[in-house]
């Protein structure tokens, strides 16, 4: 079973430039997350899409962040403009049926922004 | 707000002896938790959970123990293994926000041989 994927892995920006990460969750599964890791801290999540409805996004900062599933599969998560404190791992995860807690991560696409 | 602590950041045990990791939280709305381990350059890898009706949850090497009065839980890693070294989060899952978790900021364990 292949696992989530996530591109790229490694992006480098200036500061009040965009940027987009994709995320594809296992075959399946029907909930994504959007976590934001910033060094030497545990994920935070950002966004929680069940199918392509959002769950939960309290956390998202929506003046400069937004995120979208199209179909309920592929998911994307966008920065516009970006600060120099949205340096971070950001981590995309996804589970699976009813009365299942466990998340999948992906690997994760490491943001600088100079 | 941190509702999950872990506040060892580091932990050095020797090969095959027991490796200990704690986490509290403060939420009593948690119902679920998790360890997570992770490697550099890669997302967290789901290790065990166990669900607040329980006090022990055992994989393989790996046991998690629940108090839940005390508000805390650790992991128990016997024998513990140079390749078990990685950082450990713990997590929780509160009862009343779907399935969102909660993550402590992390035990950096280093196994030597």
């Known amino acids: 079973e292949a696992g989530v994927a996530q591109s790229p892995r490694y992006k480098i920006i200036e500061k009040r430039q965009s940027v987009a990460f994709w995320c594809n969750p296992i075959?399946?599964?029907?909930?994504l997350y959007w976590y934001q890791q910033i060094l030497g801290q545990g994920p935070k999540l950002l966004i929680q899409?069940?199918?392509?409805?959002?769950?939960?996004d309290s956390q998202l900062p929506k003046d400069r962040f937004s995120a979208e599933r199209l179909k309920g599969v592929d998911s994307t998560l966008k920065i516009q403009p970006a600060k120099l404190e949205d340096s971070a791992v950001y981590l995309c995860?996804?589970?699976?049926?009813?009365?299942?807690?466990?998340?999948?991560f992906g690997p994760g696409t490491r943001l600088t922004v100079t | 707000d941190q509702q999950v602590k872990q506040n060892s950041p580091s932990l050095s045990v020797q090969e095959g002896r027991i490796s200990i990791l704690n986490c509290d939280y403060t939420?009593?709305?948690?119902?679920?938790f998790l360890w997570y381990k992770k490697y550099p350059a890669e997302g967290p890898t789901f290790l065990i959970s166990?669900?607040?009706?329980?006090d022990k949850n055992e994989d393989g090497r790996f046991t998690v123990f629940l108090n839940k009065s005390a508000k805390h839980l650790s992991l128990h890693i016997v024998p513990s293994q140079p390749g078990d070294s990685a950082v450990y989060f713990c997590?929780?899952?509160?009862?009343?926000?779907?399935?969102?978790?909660?993550f402590g900021k992390g035990t950096s364990l280093l196994v030597t041989p």
């Open positions: 995860a996804s589970s699976g049926g009813s009365g299942t807690y466990e998340q999948y």
């Open positions: 075959s399946g599964h029907a909930t």
């Open positions: 899409f069940q199918n392509n409805g959002v769950v939960d």
């Open positions: 939420n009593s709305m948690f119902d679920y």
């Open positions: 166990i669900s607040s009706i329980k």
């Open positions: 997590a929780a899952r509160a009862s009343n926000s779907g399935y969102a978790l909660n």
